[in-house]
């Protein structure tokens, strides 16, 4: 881990339920390859995680079992490894690149910019050769100006000690917010073409494999894959492995197809293993060994989990190559000024762990101080000040509010637009639309205006890419501490010696239980190694709005100025013009010296919290 990496926290833990082909998979590390440096249960970087795959490779070897490791994803943006240098992930494709994955494939954020999507072509692409795949991708080639696929469709392979057959494809959802240097076929498109129809009737196989970033549950896009290759295989186990809703997830397609997703920036390691897996040779047909087992288990990322799951101490744990990658992260981390301050955060701030608006809640932070203060310094006149609550993407810890910080809490490079002069009566309506709530939705303007076609790439599936889906609350526990004990009683009883570093007393914690995930998913409860005590989290809305300068009546209020991030314009242009007010991108001006969020963030608190 990095020097400043706090220590990670003894805790009970939950083995891994080892089998005859093992996975380890990420997805959505968002540039935290150096791990989370302010929370001890998540601090492992990736080079403990290039150690960690290493040792369960040689237990494979060892017993004669196989271990794949697969990444799905949003590999970027979000954490100032990769966007604090310039060009940006500098530094993250060497880091990146000496993990041995056996599946690698895109997601949306490789997607939003040319230079990141060509950075794909350039690097992670030949970096990962014939592990790169791209079903439903294809890019501009830089070179040459000619569209071709980004990589290749699918990849077929025999594993090393079980020889199992693998069909693999690797899918992104059907995303449209992408730059027009790459294009994404609709998955429901891709499954009906020829290449696809052909490996999935390929009978020489003994595992379909799915990597992606694509949810795994209530995915339409999960969903189709899975009727596909069920329609032409009924007995050949398939295997997903999911990303982007950023949540720890195991979804049951049926009894023999499973798909699990990993979280979020590097605080979990997913763990999959299928056990049954083979075929035999009858005399008229090749048949599955037995009925395959599938389990899984989420792993938190520090050292004291992947010490105990690989059997190993601080001494025999970290491998060379992994010592080499977390120095390699530190260096580039110093060059970079990370660690630098702005200021000192007086107090935490949650993005999805306080309820908003409050005190604790980094939105009304924004709304209240931070948009409100920076917007008072370009005009007097009244503005509502409008934004995505997707370019918010994490927690504010008190302390040091660093170079890093700004990345971690809104990493994008958008600005801010004004419109100026619009009617209050219309301005007024605008957020209660984009966040879908009034008596007009804006999914279904969004409907009608995909059938008119008059506004481009708008369908229904468009608002959500406004903000990221939040954590299904559904999915998460919202017990007490004292469950979370009792959870222990339970898992003694129930398990005995799985339960690893067993606690004093009769399996109750001497410790109270340190907050963390406590998921539930179509297993049961049993999936978190680490036994924590529950987080609650809290939905917020798609956008958030701040006031400024408005008269104590807004009775006689004509006109508003109305300042958006950027990214969300499309959306503001078409909510205004449902509410009959007309603009386009014309009307539009910068504001706020064209400084994007997190330079927004940065002069803040420079200003504003002094250490
Ligand atoms: O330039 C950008 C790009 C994205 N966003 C927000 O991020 C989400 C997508 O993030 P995921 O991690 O894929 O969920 C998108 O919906 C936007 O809300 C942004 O604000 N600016």
Same mark, same amino acid.
Not at 3 to 11: D, H, K, R, T
Not at 135 to 141: A, E, K, M, P, V
Not at 379 to 398: C, E, V
Not at 513 to 536: C, E, M, N, Q
């Given at each position: 881990?990095?020097?400043?990496a706090?220590?990670?926290v003894e805790?009970?833990?939950?083995k891994?339920?080892?089998g005859q082909?093992? =996975?380890?998979?990420?997805t959505?590390?968002h540039? =935290?390859?150096?791990?989370?440096?302010?929370e001890?249960?998540?601090?492992a970087?990736?080079g403990d995680?290039?150690? *960690?795959?290493?040792?369960?490779r040689?237990r494979a070897?060892e017993?004669?079992? #196989?271990?794949?490791v697969?990444?799905t994803?949003d590999r970027?943006e979000?954490?100032g490894?990769?966007?604090a240098?310039?060009?940006?992930?500098h530094?993250?494709?060497?880091?990146f690149?000496?993990?041995k994955?056996?599946?690698?494939t895109?997601g949306?954020h490789?997607?939003? $910019?040319?230079?990141s999507s060509?950075?794909?072509f350039?690097?992670?692409?030949p970096?990962?050769k014939d592990?790169?795949i791209?079903?439903?991708?294809d890019?501009?080639?830089?070179?040459?100006?000619k569209?071709?696929?980004?990589?290749?469709r699918?990849r $077929?392979?025999?594993?090393k000690?079980?020889g199992?057959?693998i069909?693999?494809f690797?899918?992104?959802?059907n995303?449209?917010g992408n730059?027009?240097?790459t294009?994404?076929?609709r998955?429901?498109?891709?499954? @009906?073409?020829m290449w *696809?129809?052909?490996?999935?009737?390929?009978?020489?196989?003994?595992?379909f494999?799915? %990597?992606?970033h694509?949810?795994?549950?209530d995915?339409?896009?999960?969903?189709a894959?899975f009727?596909a290759i069920?329609?032409?295989?009924?007995?050949t186990?398939?295997?997903?492995?999911g990303?982007?809703t950023h949540?720890?997830?195991y979804?049951k397609?049926d009894?023999i197809?499973y798909g699990l997703?990993?979280?979020r920036?590097?605080?979990?390691?997913?763990?999959?293993s299928?056990?049954?897996?083979?075929?035999?040779k009858?005399s008229s047909d090749?048949?599955?060994?037995?009925?395959?087992e599938?389990?899984?288990?989420?792993?938190?990322n520090?050292?004291y989990?992947?010490?105990?799951?690989s059997g190993?101490?601080?001494?025999?744990?970290p491998?060379d190559?992994g010592?080499?990658v977390?120095?390699?992260?530190?260096?580039a981390r110093k060059q970079?000024n990370? &660690?630098?301050?702005?200021?000192? %955060?007086?107090?935490?701030y949650?993005?999805?762990?306080?309820?908003y608006?409050?005190?604790?809640s980094i939105l009304?932070w924004l709304?209240?101080?931070v948009?409100t203060?920076?917007a $008072?310094?370009?005009t @007097?006149?009244?503005?509502?000040?409008i934004?995505?609550t997707?370019?918010m993407r994490?927690?504010? *810890?008190?302390g040091?509010?660093?170079?890093?910080?700004?990345?971690?809490?809104?990493?994008f490079?958008?600005?801010f637009?004004?419109?100026?002069?619009?009617p209050y009566?219309a301005?007024?309506?605008l957020?209660?639309?984009?966040?879908n709530?009034?008596k007009?939705m804006?999914?279904?303007?969004m409907?009608m205006?995909a059938?008119?076609r008059?506004?481009?790439k708008?369908t229904?599936?468009a608002?959500?890419?406004?903000a990221?889906?939040?954590?299904?609350?559904s999915?998460?526990?919202?017990?007490?501490?004292q &469950?979370?004990i009792?959870l222990?009683?339970t898992?003694h009883?129930e398990?005995?010696?799985e339960?690893?570093g067993?606690?004093?007393?009769h399996g109750?914690?001497? @410790?109270p239980?340190?907050?963390g995930?406590t998921?539930?998913? #179509?297993a049961?409860k049993d999936?978190d &190694?680490t036994?924590?005590?529950?987080i609650r989290?809290?939905?917020?809305?798609n956008c958030?709005?701040a006031?400024v300068?408005?008269?104590s #009546?807004k009775k &006689?209020?004509?006109?508003?100025d109305?300042?958006y991030?950027?990214?969300?314009?499309r959306w503001?242009?078409l909510?205004?013009? *449902?509410?009959g007010?007309?603009y386009g991108?014309?009307?539009?001006?910068?504001t706020?010296?064209g400084m994007?969020?997190t330079?927004?963030?940065?002069? =803040?608190?420079?200003k504003?919290w002094?250490?």
């Amino acid at each position: 881990s990095q020097p400043s990496a706090p220590e990670p926290v003894e805790a009970p833990l939950r083995k891994l339920p080892w089998g005859q082909l093992n =996975w380890l998979a990420t997805t959505d590390t968002h540039g =935290w390859h150096g791990g989370h440096l302010q929370e001890p249960q998540y601090s492992a970087d990736w080079g403990d995680y290039i150690s *960690f795959a290493h040792h369960l490779r040689q237990r494979a070897d060892e017993d004669g079992s #196989d271990l794949l490791v697969v990444d799905t994803g949003d590999r970027v943006e979000g954490n100032g490894l990769y966007d604090a240098s310039n060009p940006k992930g500098h530094y993250t494709f060497d880091v990146f690149k000496h993990q041995k994955i056996d599946i690698i494939t895109p997601g949306n954020h490789e997607l939003y $910019k040319q230079n990141s999507s060509n950075n794909e072509f350039y690097h992670t692409v030949p970096n990962y050769k014939d592990a790169y795949i791209a079903s439903n991708l294809d890019i501009y080639n830089p070179k040459t100006g000619k569209l071709q696929p980004l990589a290749q469709r699918y990849r $077929k392979f025999t594993t090393k000690n079980q020889g199992i057959r693998i069909m693999a494809f690797g899918f992104l959802f059907n995303f449209q917010g992408n730059a027009n240097n790459t294009v994404v076929q609709r998955v429901e498109d891709t499954i @009906k073409e020829m290449w *696809f129809k052909e490996a999935i009737q390929d009978k020489d196989v003994d595992l379909f494999v799915v %990597a992606g970033h694509v949810p795994v549950s209530d995915s339409h896009e999960s969903d189709a894959i899975f009727k596909a290759i069920r329609s032409a295989n009924w007995d050949t186990p398939i295997a997903f492995f999911g990303g982007h809703t950023h949540i720890r997830d195991y979804h049951k397609f049926d009894k023999i197809a499973y798909g699990l997703e990993s979280g979020r920036y590097m605080e979990t390691i997913g763990f999959m293993s299928i056990s049954g897996l083979g075929h035999e040779k009858t005399s008229s047909d090749i048949a599955p060994l037995k009925t395959p087992e599938f389990k899984r288990r989420y792993i938190d990322n520090n050292l004291y989990s992947l010490y105990r799951h690989s059997g190993k101490n601080e001494t025999t744990f970290p491998t060379d190559l992994g010592r080499n990658v977390s120095a390699s992260i530190s260096a580039a981390r110093k060059q970079l000024n990370l &660690d630098h301050a702005y200021g000192c %955060a007086p107090r935490d701030y949650w993005l999805n762990r306080a309820p908003y608006p409050s005190e604790s809640s980094i939105l009304t932070w924004l709304e209240n101080e931070v948009l409100t203060d920076t917007a $008072k310094n370009y005009t @007097k006149h009244p503005q509502l000040i409008i934004t995505n609550t997707g370019a918010m993407r994490f927690d504010i *810890f008190k302390g040091p509010f660093t170079i890093d910080t700004t990345f971690l809490v809104s990493p994008f490079t958008s600005g801010f637009h004004r419109l100026k002069n619009v009617p209050y009566k219309a301005a007024k309506q605008l957020l209660q639309l984009l966040n879908n709530e009034g008596k007009i939705m804006l999914s279904e303007m969004m409907v009608m205006s995909a059938v008119h076609r008059d506004l481009g790439k708008f369908t229904p599936r468009a608002l959500y890419e406004l903000a990221p889906p939040n954590p299904p609350v559904s999915r998460w526990t919202q017990q007490t501490t004292q &469950d979370g004990i009792e959870l222990i009683d339970t898992l003694h009883r129930e398990f005995g010696q799985e339960v690893l570093g067993e606690t004093a007393g009769h399996g109750k914690p001497d @410790k109270p239980l340190s907050p963390g995930y406590t998921t539930i998913d #179509d297993a049961g409860k049993d999936g978190d &190694d680490t036994i924590h005590a529950p987080i609650r989290f809290y939905d917020v809305p798609n956008c958030i709005q701040a006031e400024v300068s408005f008269p104590s #009546d807004k009775k &006689d209020l004509e006109t508003v100025d109305i300042v958006y991030n950027e990214f969300i314009e499309r959306w503001i242009l078409l909510a205004l013009r *449902f509410l009959g007010e007309s603009y386009g991108v014309e009307d539009v001006e910068t504001t706020f010296d064209g400084m994007s969020f997190t330079d927004v963030l940065s002069e =803040w608190v420079h200003k504003n919290w002094a250490c």
